[in-house]
């Protein structure tokens, strides 16, 4: 294993062994936040529409390929894109902000944080019916790149179902949470405008104080 494997291998096992679901100091204001989204109401897309085609759930970038709004590579899997695209894209493809960005600047506040070290970063809203089966992210010793959840807007527990490791867990709203998203997850929607948004991390040192840093158990 190289050398920066074995770095990223003991900062995930650091951060994993914080908990399945940690904390953050950091968050939104949902309610200012569901309202500021209503300017992009029209720009919402589906996510991954390739795979469950009828799955209602949709995207928003918050950074994005090019910089549009409209640029919806980033709403689909790399694997996809590589597939049926022949288009071949990392992370770091999709740091250029958009005008969610640009527009609400609590998102840019959010983002910034941990800015230069990110790669995708969106919005999802999940509709009623709407899911995300199981699956993993970043699968492997010591992952690349780690993912941050926040949830906003109808995120209450009678609303939906978050399976972590079979195990049901529901983040506080509006604050933002490390979880082990390398463990077998799934979402189900009960109803319309559940709100969440995603920010795909690198991990390195800096990321990885950041999250210790902002620790609710710090």
Known sequence: MEQNNIERALLWN??????????????VDGHNLVQELEQFKDNWCP??????????????????????????YHLNSFGHMQRYHDVEMKEENFTTPTEVYNKIPQLASLVDTFAPDLGRVHLLRVDEGGFFP?????PGVGPEY?????????????????????????????????????????????????????????????????????????
């Open 146 to 218: 780690f993912r941050l959840l926040c949830t906003f807007g109808k995120a209450q527990p009678e609303n939906y179902a978050h399976i972590l490791d079979k195990q049901l867990i529901y983040p506080d709203p509006e604050y933002v949470h490390f979880i082990n998203f390398q463990k077998e997850h799934s979402v189900f929607s009960y109803t319309n405008g559940l709100h969440s948004l995603i920010l795909t991390v690198k991990l390195n040192q800096r990321t990885h104080d950041l999250i210790i840093k902002n620790s609710m158990s710090e």
């Open 47 to 72: 996510y991954n529409q390739k795979k469950d085609a009828h799955n209602n759930r949709w995207g928003l970038p918050v950074t994005s390929h090019t910089g549009d709004v409209m640029d919806n």
């Open 134 to 138: 199981p699956h993993r992210d970043f």
């Open 14 to 27: 650091s951060l994993c062994n914080m908990g399945d679901m940690v904390k953050l100091k950091l968050k």
